[in-house]
């Protein structure tokens, strides 16, 4: 596991220093978490379609305000609405099933027991939905029309 874990930090620095700046305030755990969510949706695009090049800065940065566009956009819809906006991108998600294990893993409890609370669920969630954008190298669409 030590293996994967290197190559995935040579073969995706910026992906790495991505997760780790923005989870540097977050603590231990959390930027655990998100590292190890980020190896293993890095492991599943891989085994879903061989190598993935090497992600830039600049790609991470465009898919950041691509996932806060849509943050926005579900932060404006309310109750019934809400659900059924996001039922409607996760459906025109190019990667659904990656957001669906995030969101699982989401509701595990942490290694000591703890449950994560809802804000570091929704940064953690944020930052992946970012990887995810950018290791897919697929137009995020989700929440567009």
Not at 15 to 29: A, R
Not at 67 to 72: A, D, G, L, M, V
Not at 83 to 105: C, G, H, M, R, W
Request: hydrophobic fraction near 40%; proline fraction near 2%.
């Amino acid at each position: 596991m030590a293996e994967e874990f290197e190559r995935f930090f040579r073969e995706q620095p910026a992906v790495c220093d991505f997760v780790v700046e923005l989870t540097h305030d977050s603590g231990q755990q959390i930027q655990e978490m998100s590292l190890f969510l980020a190896y293993m949706i890095f492991k599943a695009v891989n085994l879903g379609g061989g190598h993935v090049a090497s992600i830039t800065r600049d790609a991470l940065e465009s898919a950041y305000r691509a996932s806060e566009s849509w943050i926005n956009q579900m932060s404006e819809a309310e109750g019934s609405e809400l659900q059924a906006t996001l039922t409607a991108s996760f459906n025109k998600d190019t990667e659904p099933y990656l957001l669906q294990y995030v969101i699982s893993e989401l509701n595990q409890p942490l290694e000591d027991g703890r449950e994560l609370d809802d804000n570091g669920k929704g940064e953690v969630f944020f930052l992946l939905k970012t990887v995810i954008t950018s290791l897919s190298n697929k137009e995020n669409t989700i929440g567009f029309e």
